[in-house]
């Protein structure tokens, strides 16, 4: 394989990531963002579905919105696990009051919902707050 295929999360350029590169910072060739950010990241709706169908590397997506009280007491633990989990997986946000075509496009009934997406489809997901071990362990599995 010529290498992993990540879509860049600010511009939605997909580029080709060498496997032994995952963990050592890559950037995007067009616009320069980090690819694998070892934190969480908020994306819009358009980027999220190039990100779930197209990206080599497991992408964990939050469903959220502000005004709910799990959603932001995850929210700090959601980001701890994306640090545990660079080059391992992507972790990012999508907040469902801002989308709200987007959340019930993915079939969201309740948030927080972590929905992971690998191989171009939903693999797994998950209701509820989680504390970052958790979310680490679920994302891996």
């Known amino acids: 394989m010529a290498g992993f295929k990540l879509t860049c999360l600010d511009c939605g350029q997909v580029n080709r990531v060498p496997r032994e590169k995952l963990g050592a910072g890559p950037k995007c060739g067009t616009c320069g963002a980090a690819m694998m950010p ?4 908020e994306v819009d ?15 964990v997506v939050d469903f959220w919105a502000p005004w709910c009280g799990p959603c932001r007491m995850m929210a700090p633990e959601f980001s701890k696990a994306a640090g545990a989990l660079a080059g ?21 009934r309740g948030i927080p919902t972590m929905v ?26």
């Not at 070892?38 to 990241?41: L, N, T």
């Open 45 to 59: 709706p358009a980027v999220l579905a190039k990100a779930a169908r197209t990206d080599d590397v497991p992408l």
């Open 116 to 141: 992971k997406f690998a191989g171009g489809r939903e693999v797994a997901r998950q209701s509820g707050a989680l504390p970052a071990d958790r979310i680490t362990a679920w994302a891996r599995g």
């Open 88 to 108: 391992q997986a992507r972790l990012v946000k999508l907040n469902t009051e801002s989308h709200q075509a987007a959340g019930a496009a993915y079939g969201i």
């Open 38 to 41: 070892g934190k969480a990241v």
